[in-house]
């Protein structure tokens, strides 16, 4: 079976844990907290330098056998055409997997950048005071997919199918909208989007963590971590839920080619 190492609450994680079930292909979740590794109250398990070769300590991380890989664009690729799941990204040499590769470039310094906004809110005793710099920043990123990425009038970012493009846009998106951080009710075509994205199969198993997180927004009364760690119990609740009907299946979209 697959590993996935990483928390619920990692953008990430989510996209590539949702890219799983999408396809009903078992894995395992590792609790893993990036940079902790090596921390007794970390991931309780080698470091990601000695699992990696040191190429990165960041989350998540797949393992497939023997065979280990970080950041979640090579993650999702790397099953796609690892398992055939052409439907979520496209034939080698494709206009359609060429523009998927496209928006998979930009996103690193593009919408990714956009659920920086929650982490100062996952700091204790961070502050909740206006962030304008990096709300500008974050509008200006919103602009770009509304007009750019989303403006063709098709129901994805690569046409009308969905893809991996989708999986890894959205939960940047998800991330600081879902907490209250960033209101999209001035762009209509994301908002049509997200409204698809979240008709998808698995969606509330997935996000489950992210709605017991709740709203960022203002301090709560709640300590910070007890709320992380519920959020965190909810997050893999519904992940071993959303498997329940399939794992025992072992479901042929699961095995490679």
């Not at 040191?54 to 280990?68: C, E």
Request: hydrophobic letters at 35%.
């Amino acid at each position: 079976m697959l590993k996935l190492y990483g928390v619920p609450l990692s953008q990430p994680f989510r996209s590539v844990a949702w890219a799983l079930l999408m396809k009903q292909c078992p894995f395992k979740a590792v609790v893993t907290v990036p940079f902790l590794a090596d921390k007794p109250f970390g991931s309780k398990h080698e470091s990601y330098k000695s699992r990696t070769k040191a190429r990165s300590d960041r989350i998540p991380m797949l393992q497939d056998g023997t065979f280990y890989l970080v950041e979640s664009p090579a993650i999702l690729s790397y099953l796609c055409e690892s398992r055939g799941w052409m439907d979520l990204y496209g034939p080698p040499g494709s206009q359609r997997k060429a523009l998927i590769d496209s928006y998979m470039h930009w996103h690193h310094s593009g919408t990714r950048g956009i659920a920086s906004l929650v982490a100062p809110y996952l700091i204790p005793g961070g502050s909740y005071g206006p962030r304008d710099k990096e709300l500008h920043r974050a509008h200006q990123l919103l602009k770009q997919l509304e007009s750019g990425w989303l403006h063709s009038g098709e129901n994805y970012i690569v046409g009308n199918e969905i893809s991996i493009a989708d999986l890894l846009c959205y939960e940047e998106l998800a991330q600081s909208s879902m907490t209250g951080v960033i209101d999209l009710a001035e762009y209509p075509a994301i908002q049509s989007w997200m409204q698809r994205m979240e008709q998808q199969p698995f969606f509330e198993e997935v996000h489950l963590g992210l709605k017991t997180l709740g709203s960022l927004s203002e301090p709560s009364d709640r300590p910070l971590n007890q709320r992380l760690q519920a959020a965190t119990k909810a997050g893999l609740a519904g992940l071993e839920k959303a498997q329940a009907g399939f794992v025992s299946s072992g479901s042929p979209s699961g095995s490679k080619l």
